[in-house]
């Protein structure tokens, strides 16, 4: 199964990878704040991610890996 790993400190909440992705599975945590004060990113639903690293090619700030 592909896991899409995020390094949470690095992200800065600007929601691009939310928008590309094409499953709808990703969103910003509301219960976490990462140390700069954003509200990272996440996968809610890995088991519908396809693995197209849409994600990973868009963040400004290399905060994603997708792992096939
Ligand atoms: S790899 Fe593709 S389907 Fe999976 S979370 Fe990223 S954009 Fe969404
Ligand atoms: S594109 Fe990168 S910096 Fe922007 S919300 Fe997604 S993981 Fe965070």
Do not use: H
Not at 21 to 38: A, D, F, T, V
Request: hydrophobic share 35%; glycine share 6%.
């Amino acid at each position: 199964m592909t896991k899409v790993v995020f390094r949470e400190e690095r992200c800065k909440g600007c929601g691009l990878c939310i928008e590309v992705c094409p499953k709808k599975i990703i969103r910003q945590n509301p219960e976490k704040l990462n140390s700069k004060g954003y509200f990272p990113a996440e996968v809610i639903d890995m088991e519908k991610c396809i693995g197209c690293a849409f994600c990973a090619t868009i963040c400004p700030d290399c905060v994603i890996e997708v792992e096939k």
